[in-house]
């Protein structure tokens, strides 16, 4: 259905190169490119072939493929954060950067209303003399940004306690947490001239707008902080849910799921880049065994190990056998966890695997490695109570066995009370975002107020 107002838009996209965000920014152009509008889409190259599948409005959405520029240091050929380890990041931004007068050109040659980006830094300055808007769009909650982003030099005492006015008590770090954080923030970009943190916050301070994929009844006090703080929109494209997939369930996973009872299978999958240590690799589906329930685990093999078969615990293939599988390469995640025979999803916090989550019947356990995942995981398991997290050491983050078995047991036991709790918050807020209206309403004010800022 075209938007109901007649101007149609043109918006570039320019999300950092790294899945979660251009998947991010793919799902969120096809709901704009369902109202009618215009989308150009800046991808690397080679990684063009794995997101045209998911790209519902070919004649609409035109994929504007980029040579990542080569940078010394960074391996050949290398195009997303998931082809070169943490430590590198930083030059893969660099490589970004110097994509700047290809990104220039194109936006002086075509004159788009918007440019949509993430860590170009530099984009506010480029589109401002010739007229065009830019939006910070986050591909993290509004909860994130207002607890992590600020100004200034940060310690980690300070990432210990919320900023001032920050909306909710609920939301805290432990000591590892806020080490760890603090690490990234803190981390020196290539240039040498400014840390991470200050990139994203210049991102944010220069922009004309700032977006979410959220919803203002689940975060709607963050977005508020934000707006006084940065003194600008806080514009959201409300919950921007998956699409339905087109394909089907591969055989294999459908034959061995429909040998279980509904509401039996334990779902483990924690994306497309983390990694565990081997120690906790294995205390996972240590874990995961203990519980009793079948499980089907999907992750990437454990630092230092090249197959994920290597890395199984002592005895575990032979105990497990017949109600177990590990997979240690990429897995149909939303089907599998619309199969009937899965009933808990245990994730590491990303927001599109929680988003995936949250419109499922999947009972949810939340297990956060890095950056975003752990106010993700406070979010759900804290403020609107739709899962349990499995703790963890405060000064060593690290989670045993038995502490992934009993978050388990939580959700999955029908007479914990704890359970009956997340179960009817998770039953509450499917039903709200699955509603009539909601994603096409927020949409649409999305765009009205996109056009607002062209006045």
């Not at 920050?166 to 020196?188: D, M, Q, W, Y």
Request: glycine share 8%; charged share 20%; net charge negative.
């Amino acid at each position: 259905m075209a938007d109901n107002n007649n101007t149609t838009l043109t918006i570039v996209m320019y999300p950092w190169f790294a899945m979660g965000h251009l998947t991010a920014y793919l799902h969120l152009s096809n709901k704009i490119a369902q109202k009618g509008h215009t989308i150009y889409f800046f991808i690397p190259k080679k990684t063009q072939s794995k997101l045209e599948q998911f790209n519902l409005h070919p004649n609409l959405i035109k994929f504007k493929p980029i040579i990542v520029p080569k940078i010394e240091g960074l391996p050949p050929d290398s195009e997303t954060s998931s082809d070169v380890p943490f430590p590198l990041h930083p030059l893969l931004r660099l490589a970004m950067d110097l994509t700047r007068p290809t990104i220039a050109d194109f936006l002086q040659e075509i004159k788009p209303h918007f440019v949509f980006f993430d860590f170009c830094h530099w984009m506010p300055s480029v589109t401002r003399p010739w007229g065009i808007k830019s939006m910070h769009l986050f591909v993290i909650s509004p909860a994130t940004a207002a607890y992590v982003f600020r100004e200034g030099t940060v310690n980690d005492a300070d990432l210990l306690k919320a900023p001032a006015g920050f909306p909710s008590s609920r939301i805290k770090l432990r000591t590892h947490e806020a080490r760890g954080l603090n690490f990234v923030a803190n981390c020196k970009e290539s240039d040498g001239k400014m840390t991470f943190m200050q990139r994203i916050v210049t991102s944010t301070v220069e922009c004309d707008a700032i977006g979410f994929k959220a919803c203002k009844e689940m975060e709607g006090s963050y977005c508020q902080f934000l707006e006084n703080k940065f003194k600008k929109p806080v514009i959201l494209a409300g919950p921007v849910l998956p699409e339905s997939p087109t394909s089907s369930l591969d055989e294999k996973w459908r034959n061995w799921l429909d040998l279980f009872k509904a509401n039996t299978v334990i779902f483990c999958a924690f994306g497309s880049e983390c990694k565990l240590q081997k120690e906790q690799f294995q205390e996972l589906l240590l874990g995961l065994e203990l519980t009793g329930f079948p499980f089907l685990v999907a992750l990437k093999p454990p630092v230092g190990v090249l197959v994920i078969e290597e890395a199984l615990p002592e005895g575990f293939v032979e105990r497990t056998k017949g109600r177990c599988v590990v997979e240690g390469g990429w897995v149909q995640q939303q089907l599998i966890l619309g199969h009937p025979s899965v009933g808990c999803f245990v994730t590491h916090c990303g927001s599109g695997s929680l988003s995936e989550a949250l419109v499922s019947e999947c009972q949810i356990v939340l297990l956060p490695n890095i950056g975003d995942q752990v106010i993700n995981a406070r979010l759900m398991g804290e403020e609107l109570r739709v899962g349990v997290e499995v703790e963890k050491g405060d000064e060593d983050g690290l989670f045993t066995m038995n502490g992934v078995c009993e978050a388990i047991k939580m959700v999955m036991d029908e007479g914990s009370e704890i359970g009956k709790e997340v179960r009817a918050n998770h039953t509450k807020w499917r039903e709200f975002l699955l509603s009539d209206g909601v994603e096409s309403c927020y949409m649409d004010d999305f765009l009205h107020q996109l056009r607002g800022l062209l006045h």
